[in-house]
């Protein structure tokens, strides 16, 4: 069998508001659920370009005590040529207690203190970006203040 490669495909810029975020911990779980709105943001790349629809979705993690986060986001993209496509992005992050909250307080941490990866899965309309509808994606991401940072790989 052939090893699958990874070619960048895009990135995308997740802009969210300021201030605190919401969490709370529902009744028989061992979990903490969040929720924060996606205010905007920007699409770039050599496969795609476009921007991320304001208000047009979220985030809702799970933060675990021992420091994993399960990451649950929906929202829409807009190609540069006007083609509306649907996002839903599963992942997870972990880092240390400490590193976990300086990246709540808004500070960015390098990378190699918190693991965060991604598994997109995109809905587009039949044309020129329906390429996205078959094809298995890979991201990165990266929190920087109030916005999140994703390189989506194309496993080829």
Same mark, same amino acid.
């Given at each position: 069998?052939?090893?699958?490669g990874?070619?960048?495909a895009?990135h995308?810029? $997740?802009d969210? %508001? @300021?201030g605190p975020?919401?969490r709370f911990?529902? %009744?028989y779980?061992?979990?903490?659920?969040?929720?924060? =709105?996606l205010e905007?943001g #920007?699409?770039?790349?050599?496969? $795609?370009?476009?921007r991320v629809v304001?208000?047009?979705?979220?985030d *809702?993690? &799970?933060f *675990?005590a021992?420091?994993l986060? /399960?990451?649950?986001?929906h929202?829409m993209l807009?190609?540069?040529?006007?083609?509306? +496509?649907? +996002?839903?992005?599963? =992942? +997870?992050a972990y880092?240390?207690?400490d %590193?976990?909250a300086?990246i709540e307080?808004g @500070?960015t941490?390098?990378?190699? /203190?918190?693991?965060? &990866?991604?598994t997109?899965r995109? /809905?587009a309309? #039949?044309g020129p970006h329906?390429w996205?509808n078959r094809? +298995?994606f890979v991201?990165? %991401?990266?929190?920087r203040?109030?916005?999140?940072?994703?390189?989506y790989y194309?496993v080829t």
């Amino acid at each position: 069998m052939q090893i699958p490669g990874l070619e960048l495909a895009f990135h995308v810029r $997740l802009d969210f %508001a @300021e201030g605190p975020r919401t969490r709370f911990t529902p %009744a028989y779980t061992q979990f903490t659920r969040g929720y924060v =709105g996606l205010e905007g943001g #920007e699409v770039s790349g050599p496969l $795609l370009s476009g921007r991320v629809v304001p208000h047009s979705g979220g985030d *809702w993690p &799970r933060f *675990w005590a021992d420091g994993l986060v /399960e990451f649950e986001a929906h929202y829409m993209l807009e190609a540069r040529d006007g083609t509306p +496509i649907y +996002i839903h992005n599963r =992942g +997870i992050a972990y880092s240390s207690p400490d %590193a976990f909250a300086r990246i709540e307080a808004g @500070e960015t941490v390098p990378p190699e /203190e918190n693991y965060l &990866r991604v598994t997109p899965r995109f /809905e587009a309309p #039949e044309g020129p970006h329906n390429w996205l509808n078959r094809t +298995i994606f890979v991201g990165v %991401a990266e929190r920087r203040g109030n916005s999140t940072y994703f390189d989506y790989y194309r496993v080829t």
